[in-house]
């Protein structure tokens, strides 16, 4: 079998994962990795026997390399990209994909010029759980969608130093509600503040409509002690519940309460495999660049939101 020769991009907490996972799944190959921090990129390339790189226009030369996870910092994520791309390399560019609009406009044009894959990696689409819930919702077995609730809270993760927690945490939660909902919303109201973190803001009530009176509420923050990650959605006849971290489902109507059971999965290995499977195949991966530059133009709409104190109409 043809293996996809992969790279990564960014070396942290992330990124070693994504080195792992490639390094695990049959159909990929770990070739090199890269990180502006030496010592980061060589534990990482020791630890599974790879070549490390400081620079990445010089591992992006080495012809191996077919495809790239771009692990950076949020604020480097599209300029390593679009080297990538640029290089001739399909890319998974982790979430928020870029820093503003224009730079994953560009992306997505460069790919589609170039006829190379993009996906962007919001992760939450490969738990089993939500993928169940998106098809409950379309096939009608809770009736009418009406509302979904997201809570996804923790400590503030202090390695994060370059985005607050709209564009790093809220931004799943956004990308989940247009995967349910099946559509774009249509306006946003957010209330956005800082606690404890100086520069950006650290907790967020984001409260999305949609057209025909749907709506989601999105609470994140980084000033809760414990890590809680739910989704809650209701319809007319029944509501489901997923806890992400457990990959627990309960559906409940007025008569019972259903708990199907789903065999815990890494959503990682699914959506690197699912990645590969794009490459190896030309398919169109579940997440394109479409829909990483439309959560980011929601989550952006969010903080203006809340800096102006009014709804922003996003149609
Ligand atoms: N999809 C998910 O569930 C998920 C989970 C965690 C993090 N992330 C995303 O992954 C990215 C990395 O997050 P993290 O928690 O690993 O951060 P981190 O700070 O632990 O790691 C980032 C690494 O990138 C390196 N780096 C920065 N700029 C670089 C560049 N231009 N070239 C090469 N290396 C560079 C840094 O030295 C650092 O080692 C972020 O964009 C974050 O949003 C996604």
Redesign the pocket.
């Known amino acids: 079998m043809k293996k996809m020769g992969t790279a990564v991009?960014?070396?942290?907490?992330?990124?070693?994962n994504h080195a792992r996972v490639y390094s695990e799944l049959e159909s990929t190959e770990l070739v090199a990795v890269?990180?502006?921090?030496r010592e980061?990129?060589k534990a990482v390339a020791n630890q599974f026997g790879v070549k490390a790189y400081?620079s990445?226009s010089r591992m992006l030369k080495n012809e191996d390399v077919e495809a790239v996870s771009?692990?950076?910092?949020?604020t480097?994520?599209a300029?390593?990209a679009l080297k990538a791309l640029n290089a001739g390399k399909h890319v998974l560019v982790?979430?928020?994909m870029a820093s503003h609009m224009k730079q994953a406009e560009k992306l997505l044009e460069t790919a589609e010029n170039s006829d190379l894959r993009l996906t962007v990696?919001?992760?939450?689409r490969f738990i089993p759980g939500l993928q169940h819930i998106r098809e409950a919702v379309e096939n009608k077995k809770i009736g009418e969608l009406v509302c979904a609730t997201a809570k996804r809270v923790s400590q503030w993760?202090e390695?994060?130093?370059d985005?607050g927690v709209v564009?790093?945490t809220a931004i799943?939660d956004i990308d989940v509600m247009r995967y349910i909902s099946n559509e774009d919303p249509i306006a946003v109201y957010a209330k956005t503040g800082s606690m404890m973190h100086r520069k950006f803001e650290d907790y967020a009530q984001i409260m999305l409509t949609f057209e025909d009176g749907k709506s989601a509420f999105i609470e994140s923050n980084w000033i809760t002690p414990y890590k809680t990650r739910i989704l809650t959605v209701t319809g007319s006849e029944a509501i489901m519940r997923l806890d992400y971290i457990t990959q627990e489902l309960w559906i409940e109507d007025a008569k019972e309460n259903l708990q199907p059971r789903f065999p815990w999965r890494e959503?990682?290995k699914l959506?690197l495999q699912h990645f590969a499977d794009c490459v190896l195949e030309k398919k169109k991966p579940l997440i394109t660049g479409v829909d990483g530059i439309a959560a980011l133009k929601v989550a952006e709409a969010a903080l203006r939101s809340s800096a102006k104190n009014r709804a922003i109409k996003l149609k």
């Open positions: 991009v960014g070396t942290g907490f992330w990124g070693k890269c990180d502006v921090n980061r990129a400081t990445s771009v692990c950076t910092w949020s480097k994520l300029k390593e982790e979430k928020p990696g919001l992760l939450m993760p390695r994060i130093g985005v564009k790093d799943h959503p990682l959506e």
